[in-house]
T-cell receptor, first 113, second 111 residues
């Protein structure tokens, strides 16, 4: 099915471990986003990439890095995981700067112990 | 003031009733408006988009936009238990900025 694919769906990390969340879209969208969602906090933007070759910080970038590998793929890296990064992570993509909305991936549920 | 505000709820309605969800936004230059539905443990799903003042209907869903008053609403007619979810309002502020999301309203439709 066309859309946004995230891997993995679930992950448990120990404090200090690193990992990369993968995201790929096949809708030929220019823009891609990484959000985290915590109970009572809503969706918070971590990083975004308006177009291939560019990335920018969002509301909560500390502790994360991103790579826009090509037009299809946008990865999120946790270099040294902390319990505060326990969350559900969503990747999204859009064309035309989001005028027509975003399409979300199915999410990654991350637990840091 | 939050850029996009929604009543957090929870909102409960009986099956068959009309559910009314409201959202206000602060940026008068906002250009497009969206309602997402999010089931527990799932990702947000776009269910309605609206771009101009007035009503837009899609099946049992009606989105209403009033740019002068800076609010957007979602009506769900003949509510079903399967409509029970959190509904997120999102606003595109224009100027190549990212969507701004409200914190969501949790809706429960009681059988």
């Amino acid at each position: 099915n066309a859309g946004v694919t995230q891997t993995p769906k679930f992950q448990v990390l120990k404090t200090g471990q690193s990992m990369t969340l993968q995201c790929a879209q096949d809708m030929n969208h220019n823009s891609m986003y990484w959000y985290r969602q915590d109970p009572g906090m809503g969706l918070r933007l971590i990083y975004y990439s308006a177009s291939e070759g560019t990335t920018d910080k969002g509301e909560v970038p500390n502790g994360y890095n991103v790579s826009r590998l090509n037009k299809r793929e946008f990865s999120l890296r946790l270099e040294s995981a902390a319990p505060s990064q326990t969350s559900v992570y969503f990747c999204a993509s859009s064309g035309n700067t989001g005028f027509y909305g975003y399409t979300f991936g199915s999410g990654t549920r991350l637990t840091v112990v | 003031q939050k850029e996009v505000e929604q009543n957090s709820g929870p909102l409960s309605v009986p099956e068959g009733a009309i559910a009314s969800l409201n959202c206000t936004y602060s940026d008068r230059g906002s250009q497009s408006f969206f309602w997402y539905r999010q089931y527990s443990g799932k990702s947000p799903e776009l269910i309605m988009s609206i771009y101009s003042n007035g009503d837009k209907e899609d099946g049992r869903f009606t989105a209403q936009l009033n740019k002068a008053s800076q609010y957007v609403s979602l009506l769900i007619r003949d509510s079903q238990p399967s409509d029970s979810a959190t509904y997120l309002c999102a606003v595109n502020p224009g100027s190549a900025r990212q969507l701004t999301f409200g914190s969501g309203t949790q809706l429960t439709v009681l059988p």
